[in-house]
């Protein structure tokens, strides 16, 4: 007999990705790349209308797999809070939004399937219509009093106007000389005047009515961490820790430099470890995907066949300089994809792009994702398509520190490369929850600093204190004040998976097996940072 949980939530995600296709193709679920997702207040309230019937069902599910029921509970409850509170009349973040979903989700349709390029024509004739949807559950939002930060609206379009200039120029170059070519060429140029459209509206209607102050506040952050993290936390504990990791790190950094300035350390490697020109830069990462994946498998973990290959892309042009994942699609076709930003640069410096290799590739996001995706009938659909990016950013930072213990940094200014990446983790923890509390800095901090949070204030902090390199910098920030929380993830998560391990090891003693424990603990799937925990010492791991 079948499991009911997993019977409810296969009914879940096949009736979610019909009411959300271009979530459908980010998932990588087939047969729905070439729709539109309606983001007006009809769609999104029919979206909340099934979530709370899955809830109800849930709630008088009789038996089946306790795991797999508290996975999908926590979400779609983490779903429906954000929802019920108005967030999405303002669902407006710059950096990793709406309008980068939307565009991206081109890209992510696949062309080798019945329908060739067909999807592909389709889904971009309806930008117009989804980006007029959008609009409107933003103006529904003005008019009810609940407005997103005047930054993001003009951050979001700026994007928009860089969008419209001809993101889409290169796909249409691409196809060529094929049937749909005009059909094609047609389509692009209708996204590119909604693009357009959309960056007037958000310039000259919206962010004259938006919120001046960047900060959501208590009661807003809540609801985000519990998005971003699964768990109930206190935020002033994890604000305290975040300052003492940093200072820990800050500590390591200054040794890993030999005592010398790190400006000047990196000013050297700046100069010696670098590669020049994109496709320079594509080769480089490439390589070193597959050096990962080779020294990897069979060693201290087993790596599906349909995962050992990650595809390095570099990123349309927008605003947003960072490095992102995309899962493979539920059959594994699609292959998994880190996406890294050009941001302008000609030159490229390596030596600190390794370590987030691993956090993006393997061990990192791929191996655990990409695992989750293979898990057949052992995990829920839901469980298979999901995530918490607590549990899998949390993953892919202590896959960084992983790579430490195993002595993979090994190259000139590599383990300074992580180490300056870690600060930065630490520094977003005390950076998103200072600026979203409206905490006051500690006063060592604020001597440094200033007394409270500003976007300057973030901006200095993430500078000087995380690390950041300077063309992330104003994106960085940008990016944490449109999308609380999620930016506590990392550190937060690796704080969770390191003590789990440690908790294993002091339980298992001698018998204890990283390489088990690894396998045993991404094959629990992905869960919110409470379950996760107490699921790894029910099962005595």
Sequence with gaps: MADPIFA???????????????????????????????????????????????????????????????????????????????????????????????RESVDLVRRDGEGGWRPVVTRLAAIPAMLASWRDSL??????????ARRQALETATAADVYAAGTHDALVAGYGDGPLRYDLAAAATAAHTAY????????????????????????????????SLGAEIDPLEAYEWGWAELHRIEAELAAEAGGRPLDEVRAELDATQFVDGADAYRAWLQDEHDAAIERLDGVHFDIHPGLRRVEVVLAPASNVASVYYTGPSEDLVRPGRTWWSVAGRERFSVWEELTTVF???????????GAIRAAGDRLSRFS????????????????????????????????????????LRAARVVIDIGLHLDLPLPAEEARRHGPRWTFDVATAVLRERGRCAEHRV?????????????????????????AARDEARARQGAAFDLRRW???????????LDTFAEALRSRGR
């Design 474 to 498: 104003h994106s960085e920030v940008t990016r944490y004040c449109g999308w609380p929380a999620q930016a506590t993830s990392y550190k937060l998560g690796e704080r969770a998976w390191l």
């Design 359 to 369: 956090h993006e590739g393997v061990p990192g996001h791929h191996l655990q994702i």
């Design 518 to 528: 690894h396998t045993e603990a991404i094959g629990l799937g992905p869960l919110g």
């Design 139 to 148: 103006a529904l939002g003005l008019a009810e009093g609940a407005p997103a």
């Design 8 to 102: 409810l939530a296969d009914e879940y995600v096949t009736a979610s990705a019909a009411l959300d296709p271009v979530s459908a193709t980010f998932r990588g679920i087939a047969g729905h790349d070439g729709a539109a997702t309606d983001y007006g207040p009809e769609g999104v309230e029919a979206r909340a209308d099934l979530v709370r019937d899955t809830l109800r069902r849930l709630a008088s599910a009789d038996g089946g797999d306790r795991l797999a029921a508290a996975h999908l509970r926590e979400r779609l409850e983490a779903q429906l809070a954000w929802h019920d509170s108005g967030e999405w009349m303002r669902d407006l973040a710059a950096a990793f939004g709406r309008l980068q979903n939307i």
């Design 196 to 227: 357009a459209q959309t960056a007037e509206y958000l310039r000259r209607e919206y962010a004259p009515a938006a919120a001046e102050r960047d900060g959501v506040g208590a009661d807003r952050h809540r609801v985000f961490r519990r998005l």
């Design 384 to 423: 298979r398509l999901s995530g918490v990016s607590g549990h899998s950013e949390g993953w892919a930072l202590y896959a960084e520190r992983l790579a430490d213990e195993l002595g993979w940094f090994d190259r000139p200014g590599t383990r300074l490369g992580m180490l300056m990446d870690s600060a």
